[in-house]
């Protein structure tokens, strides 16, 4: 951090304001940290250098990639999502975006160590009553902005480690109100296990509301209380996940008789879900940051069938490596840099989010070597998002080196199955090759018409899967 003087007067001010630190929304583990935190609050640039920007990461929980107005051209659907299609006609739309993982625990672990979680061992989910979690070694994206200013909070769902070292308060966030688990009820519990108990860093709060509106009061309250410095919030609905629970009246804001009764439930959560999205940006413009705020959205994995996700046109969903398994919505939206309304068709990963995010703050986020993302923020301009970008292999394997392994290179898809079911876990299936720009629902398996480019592809695979780990616990069945 650059030399720079403390206006006193104004930081004077703040703590007669904020006397009571026990009423602050967020701590610090010492109060050294508290004061020189809050004094930086309010430093003063000799090179009147901009402040930068603010972060929010939006992610929902199991969203159909079809399942928003800004997805489909007139669909009905887009009634339900006005906040979220507001977002995005004010920025772009990537169309070719994956998460490095097809269920929950793994796809938050990469995103928020922008590596891919194979290669730690972080390739299933974390079973309550365990001590997995995200490896200590693993440097979050929340660790990286703290060390440049940021404060930094987590809201909604952790599901990235339930003991103590593990807690979102370790691993770089000022500030957790959520649950540890991977999802709970949406109302109130009378009882309920620690892990999904509603907590304020570490202290259980009472169970009242609508989990989806909670989150949403917790986020748009620490906007308010850190709008004066900059801030990473990182807001990880549990919804649409199950369990299929809506409140009544935004059951009967979903209107169609070609809806079966669990999709009118889901369509709900999802609706219930974009309203607490339209109360954070409301926060921004009220607070006068949003235009020196970047919002992104996205969705942890792909769809969940069960819960009536409708992933089209990619065939698969959630725990697939299929398309409808890892391609998911995203919108990226920072006044001033990205263009409105506009289309970035080129792949990019949730990896990509950390590089990015590190450069936004004004720090070259390629060189942190260990990174396997590169930034985006090159493609928002015009040049752009005209170049042609270098060609890059994105990867994917799921429950180890018997489970199956995929790859996107450009416009090509080399997937392997794992072994069928009655013949154990000896070995995968037979390599199937698809072309993305013409065939998104993976229908046309082109492997035996391009037996070159599949032994390539096969090689890069073959690589990649030599630089990974074992998973270093196991799971039960991702549902």
């Given at each position: 951090?650059r030399c720079a003087r403390v206006d006193l007067v104004r930081f004077q001010g703040y703590l007669e304001t904020h006397a009571e630190i026990s009423r602050m929304s967020f701590f610090f583990p010492t109060a050294v940290a508290t004061i020189v935190s809050i004094a930086t609050t309010f430093v003063d640039d000799r090179d009147g250098s901009e402040r930068p920007p603010n972060i929010v990461l939006l992610l929902a929980d199991d969203a159909g990639y079809a399942d928003f107005g800004f997805q489909q051209d007139d669909s009905p659907i887009a009634e339900w999502t006005p906040h979220l299609d507001r977002l995005a006609q004010e920025g772009a739309r990537l169309t070719n975006f994956y998460m490095a993982a097809a269920i929950c625990s793994p796809s938050r672990a990469g995103l928020l160590t922008g590596r891919y979680p194979q290669r730690f061992g972080h390739e299933r989910n974390i079973l309550p009553g365990t001590n997995n979690g995200l490896p200590l070694d693993q440097v979050t994206m929340a660790d990286?902005?703290?060390?440049?200013?940021?404060?930094?909070?987590?809201?909604?769902?952790?599901?990235?480690?339930?003991?103590?070292?593990?807690?979102?308060?370790?691993?770089?966030?000022?500030?957790?109100?959520?649950?540890?688990?991977?999802?709970?009820?949406?109302?109130?519990?009378?009882?309920?296990?620690?892990?999904?108990?509603?907590?304020?860093?570490?202290?259980?709060?009472?169970?009242?509301?609508?989990?989806?509106?909670?989150?949403?009061?917790?986020?748009?309250?620490?906007?308010?209380?850190?709008?004066?410095?900059?801030?990473?919030?990182?807001?990880?609905?549990?919804?649409?996940?199950?369990?299929?629970?809506?409140?009544?009246?935004?059951?009967?804001?979903?209107?169609?008789?070609?809806?079966?009764?669990?999709?009118?439930?889901?369509?709900?959560?999802?609706?219930?879900?974009?309203?607490?999205?339209?109360?954070?940006?409301?926060?921004?413009?009220?607070?006068?940051?949003?235009?020196?705020?970047?919002?992104?959205?996205?969705?942890?994995?792909?769809?969940?069938?069960?819960?009536?996700?409708?992933?089209?046109?990619?065939?698969?969903?959630?725990?697939?490596?299929?398309?409808?398994?890892?391609?998911?919505?995203?919108?990226?939206?920072?006044?001033?840099?990205?263009?409105?309304?506009?289309?970035?068709?080129?792949?990019?990963?949730?990896?990509?989010?950390?590089?990015?995010?590190?450069?936004?703050?004004?720090?070259?986020?390629?060189?942190?070597?260990?990174?396997?993302?590169?930034?985006?923020?090159?493609?928002?301009?015009?040049?752009?998002?005209?170049?042609?970008?270098?060609?890059?292999?994105?990867?994917?394997?799921?429950?180890?080196?018997?489970?199956?392994?995929?790859?996107?290179?450009?416009?090509?898809?080399?997937?392997?199955?794992?072994?069928?079911?009655?013949?154990?876990?000896?070995?995968?299936?037979?390599?199937?090759?698809?072309?993305?720009?013409?065939?998104?629902?993976?229908?046309?398996?082109?492997?035996?018409?391009?037996?070159?480019?599949?032994?390539?592809?096969?090689?890069?695979?073959?690589?990649?899967?030599?630089?990974?780990?074992?998973?270093?616990?196991?799971?039960?069945?991702?549902?």
């Open positions: 951090m990286r902005l703290q060390e440049r200013g940021y404060r930094t909070a987590c809201v909604g769902k952790w599901h990235l480690g339930y003991a103590k070292e593990y807690h979102p308060n370790r691993r770089g966030f000022d500030w957790f109100y959520g649950c540890l688990a991977g999802s709970r009820s949406y109302f109130p519990l009378e009882e309920s296990a620690p892990v999904k108990r509603i907590q304020e860093n570490g202290a259980p709060t009472a169970e009242k509301g609508y989990l989806t509106d909670r989150l949403a009061s917790a986020a748009v309250r620490f906007i308010g209380e850190t709008k004066d410095q900059p801030f990473f919030l990182y807001l990880s609905f549990t919804a649409p996940h199950s369990p299929p629970q809506a409140k009544p009246e935004d059951l009967a804001r979903i209107q169609g008789a070609e809806l079966s009764e669990r999709r009118r439930v889901y369509a709900a959560m999802v609706k219930s879900m974009d309203d607490a999205v339209g109360q954070v940006l409301a926060a921004l413009d009220e607070q006068g940051i949003a235009d020196n705020t970047l919002v992104v959205f996205t969705n942890d994995n792909g769809g969940q069938t069960r819960m009536e996700a409708d992933n089209t046109p990619l065939r698969g969903k959630k725990g697939d490596l299929q398309e409808g398994g890892i391609r998911v919505p995203c919108v990226v939206r920072w006044p001033g840099h990205v263009e409105p309304g506009a289309v970035i068709e080129q792949p990019a990963i949730s990896l990509d989010l950390l590089p990015t995010f590190l450069e936004v703050a004004g720090t070259d986020g390629s060189q942190e070597g260990e990174l396997d993302g590169v930034t985006l923020a090159s493609l928002w301009s015009d040049e752009g998002m005209k170049a042609t970008p270098p060609e890059r292999a994105l990867y994917w394997r799921s429950f180890g080196p018997s489970g199956p392994i995929a790859l996107r290179s450009g416009r090509w898809k080399l997937s392997i199955p794992g072994p069928p079911k009655d013949e154990g876990f000896e070995r995968r299936g037979a390599p199937r090759l698809y072309d993305l720009d013409q065939d998104p629902g993976e229908a046309n398996d082109l492997a035996g018409s391009q037996p070159d480019l599949v032994h390539r592809l096969r090689r890069l695979l073959e690589e990649w899967e030599g630089l990974l780990e074992s998973p270093r616990w196991e799971s039960q069945p991702e549902r």
